[in-house]
């Protein structure tokens, strides 16, 4: 049974530049959250799809956006990025939306 | 706005001893539910544990468990029998039950085991 896995590992980008992250849910999963993860900090909650909406959002701005397709897999994207953007990025997903949510293994962006 | 707060930075036990890591929130909702991650260097947040506030029964799992205090807002986790590969960054979480999926985070516990 496979987890929830991520894609890239690690991105390495410079200030400016736009960045996309994907998700693949685990089987049977149909909701996927992203968080945030910077450096020594826990991780902060950025948005959730759900049936291809964007049903949940945190305190970020509207340079991050996503996407949900009818397999339940997700991306993430970042516009115009800062070098405060450089972060852990993990993906979450669960059974419905208000389930566990299990999470990914992330991806390492850093913003030069 | 809820928050999670874990006052200890960092924690050590010995190999086969017993530890408590401590969490306290603050939330204004009688319906939520709390956790317990595990974040090992490989990054991966691994679940440990799950606490539904309506259930006054303290969670368990193996060597794992909780002490659920909901008027005192604590949820600490003691780990017995610790072994090397408790090894990691706990992180305690909440969860309203009217939310969608944000989940609130503490800023973690660095857990060293010594042989």
């Known amino acids: 049974d496979a987890g929830v896995t991520q894609s890239p590992t690690h991105l390495i980008k410079t200030r400016g530049q736009q960045v996309t992250l994907r998700c693949s849910p685990k089987?049977?999963?149909?909701?996927v959250s992203w968080y945030q993860q910077a450096l020594g900090q826990g991780p902060q909650f950025i948005f959730q799809?759900?049936?291809?909406?964007?049903?949940q959002r945190g305190n970020f701005p509207d340079r991050f956006s996503g996407h949900q397709f009818p397999n339940y897999s997700s991306e993430l994207n970042v516009n115009a990025l800062l070098l405060g953007d450089s972060a852990l990025y993990l993906c979450?997903?669960?059974?419905?939306?208000?389930?566990?949510?299990?999470f990914g293994p992330g991806t390492r962006l850093l913003v030069l | 706005a809820q928050t999670v707060t874990q006052s200890q930075p960092e924690m050590s036990v010995q190999e086969a001893e017993t530890v408590t890591l401590s969490c306290t929130y603050d939330?204004?909702?009688?319906?939520?539910?709390l956790f317990w991650y595990k974040q090992p260097p490989s990054r991966q947040m691994i679940l440990v544990i799950r606490?539904?506030?309506?259930?006054?029964q303290n969670a368990t799992e193996n060597r794992f468990s909780v002490n659920f205090q909901k008027a005192a807002k604590s949820f600490s986790l003691k780990i017995s029998d610790s072994q090397l590969g408790d090894a990691a960054m706990y992180f305690c979480?909440?969860?309203?039950?009217?939310?969608?999926?944000?989940?609130?985070f503490g800023a973690g516990t660095r857990l060293t085991v010594k042989p």
């Open positions: 979450a997903s669960s059974r419905t939306e208000q389930e566990t949510q299990y």
């Open positions: 089987s049977g999963h149909d909701t």
């Open positions: 799809y759900y049936e291809e909406e964007e049903r």
């Open positions: 939330t204004s909702e009688s319906d939520y539910y």
């Open positions: 606490q539904e506030a309506y259930k006054q």
């Open positions: 979480a909440y969860r309203s039950a009217s939310s969608r999926g944000d989940m609130r």
